[in-house]
């Protein structure tokens, strides 16, 4: 798959993020949360990747959700999820292979926007450890198709890799020559799932539609995504497949 340029800037939703209260506050009040309208899993390993400026914090509901529901959820070690994306794809590949060796079987990644870029990538790099990519709200058509606010905080984040990799100038652009661009791209090996949102206000959604994917659709904002009920009956679907 060839990656799109990003189209006309986009101001995005950010007031309609400010949600993400009220999804964590229905997902805990739901049967979903308690395990009792899903389908449960029989082991099944799955890696968390977080998305930009986040770590895996972000994600501890959904892991520990996992793992009530039957799976092995595994974090990625990921504390601020900022630097070089070939850098961070590299030290993946090796907790990827670290779960894999110790489940003794491929593993589902689970990536919340930017990480669901990174798993992608990680995904194409070491196809035969990997059984899935689930990507949550990923601009995974046009990496850098987010709103105008989002986009500044990731210039801000290249001027600070800039500073400490003055060699390379296109770190976090569609222009890094890093094999991490070859890799997002690449045509998917592992199933490929987006779940989306049209509400998303940070990530344009029709970039989380890309034509080697399966696309799901739900409703909500962009940060809900890992706190959000109907992503998680939707999740526990996907992740009982053969």
Do not use: K, M, Q
């Given at each position: 798959m060839r990656e799109l340029p990003p189209p006309v800037r986009w101001w995005?939703?950010?007031?309609?993020?400010?949600?993400?209260?009220?999804?964590?506050?229905?997902?805990?009040?739901?049967?979903?949360?308690?395990?009792?309208?899903?389908?449960?899993?029989?082991?099944?390993?799955?890696?968390?990747?977080?998305?930009?400026?986040?770590?895996?914090?972000?994600?501890?509901?959904?892991?520990?959700?996992?793992?009530?529901?039957?799976?092995?959820?595994?974090?990625?070690?990921?504390?601020?999820?900022?630097?070089?994306?070939?850098?961070?794809?590299?030290?993946?590949?090796?907790r990827l292979t670290e779960v894999a060796e110790r489940a003794g079987a491929p593993v589902t990644l689970v990536g919340h926007s930017r990480g669901g870029l990174l798993a992608r990538a990680l995904a194409a790099r070491s196809p035969e450890r990997v059984c899935r990519v689930v990507a949550l709200g990923s601009p995974l058509a046009s990496q850098l198709d987010a709103s105008v606010l989002t986009l500044a905080a990731v210039g801000g984040a290249r001027v600070a890799q800039n500073l400490v990799r003055p060699h390379r100038p296109h770190c976090l652009t569609v222009r890094c020559p890093c094999p991490f661009g070859g890799d997002l791209v690449a045509p998917a090996a592992p199933p490929l799932v987006s779940i989306w949102s049209a509400?998303?206000?940070?990530?344009?959604?029709?970039?989380?539609?890309?034509?080697?994917?399966?696309?799901?659709?739900?409703?909500?904002?962009?940060?809900?995504?890992?706190?959000?009920?109907?992503?998680?009956?939707?999740?526990?679907?996907?992740?009982?497949?053969?």
């Open positions: 995005g939703h950010p007031l309609g993020e400010a949600r993400v209260h009220l999804e964590l506050a229905r997902l805990l009040a739901s049967d979903t949360w308690r395990g009792g309208d899903v389908p449960h899993g029989d082991g099944d390993p799955v890696l968390l990747v977080p998305g930009f400026l986040a770590g895996d914090l972000t994600l501890a509901v959904l892991h520990d959700w996992l793992r009530r529901v039957g799976h092995r959820s595994y974090r990625s070690g990921i504390s601020w999820n900022v630097d070089c994306s070939e850098a961070v794809v590299r030290r993946l590949d090796r509400e998303d206000g940070i990530v344009r959604p029709s970039s989380c539609r890309p034509d080697d994917a399966e696309s799901i659709e739900v409703r909500g904002s962009h940060i809900g995504l890992g706190v959000n009920v109907e992503v998680y009956r939707r999740l526990a679907e996907v992740l009982v497949r053969p």
